[in-house]
């Protein structure tokens, strides 16, 4: 323990140096927003969080040409620790799993979602708001168990990894929509309205009633989320919700966010993205993380790290190379072999080099793409 925190410390030594003394937050900016294509009500809707990320890109724009070697950081949209603790009793240490400290560093992690997931099953007949609050108790102690390695969005920490806050399964908020306020004010960045099954809010993709859409209290807490300056994530919706969110979206100029789901022409899961769907992210400005759980890789036999690029090659081909992000879904996927854990990612940059992509292609996916959504902002002031 003692000698685990002491090689931290060090490696957050050599991380703030290499970044300079405005390292974290602030630093990173959102460089990439420079990027965004002209034209899309995205980059609109983007022009408030943009300021502070302008002064970012500019820096960027004076600093020497990139070291070819240096490593490709990560913000992975959609990672699942916070359950294991929360529901298996896995220790606080993170000894075990996809995810573990050893495993983000050698991953190059800067960035790591959180979801706050509100299993359909958790405790009662329903999931509640009380179990968001639990979880919430749930990544603080984990948090405060790495302070050398994880630090709260705005935090104001030197420790490498940020970690944003979403919800997945907020069908809990049916019970009072204006509670999702609350969450939103302590950080949380994303919220889903639905995880395996409907919920009162929205229909799944694996629900039984896809047809049916955001109902009216879906589309009021999508409207309240945005408002408050966070974000729907798509993830787990049917195509039906997902349908009902574009113009949610669309009228608060925010990004479409699927913060865990691949290309349905690739892999025919009801998960994955339909192109259409691709485009609409794209229009909107916003991602879809790349998730690595073997059946939405592959639909028949085992999935490899090579069906990870087969995916991101055709939503770079879809959407766009500015609308693809890292979404892996460790500790709530099985991952496929070469790319069994957060330790591989480094792999998986060389896999997308070898089949074409640019090193700056690749920054985009691993996590410039993230940031600029991450860092979107609500023209109107929050509430
Ligand atoms: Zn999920």
Redesign the pocket.
Known sequence: MTKRATQSSALVWLFVTALGCGGGDAAHGAPSSAGAPSGSSAADGSATASSAASVAAQASATQAPEDPDAPFEVIDL?VDTPYEVHMKNRPVSLPEGHATPDALRAGHYVGIVYPLYIADYMNHDHPRVADAEALLGTIDRILAAHPDLLHREGAGSAAPVTAYLSI?GGGAFAEDVTAIDRFIARGVRLVGLV?AHDSPLATSATGKDRKRGLSDQGKELGRRVYAAGALVDV??MSDASFADVVPLAKAAGAPIVAT?SNARAVAKHKRNLTDEQLRAIAASGGVAGLNFHGPYLRTAGKAKLADVVVHAKHMIEVAGIEHVAIGS?FD?GNPPKGLGDASKLPDLAQALLAAGLSRADVRKIFSGNARRVLAWQPAAPPR
């Open positions: 959609h997945e995880h993830s787990h865990h879904d709530g």
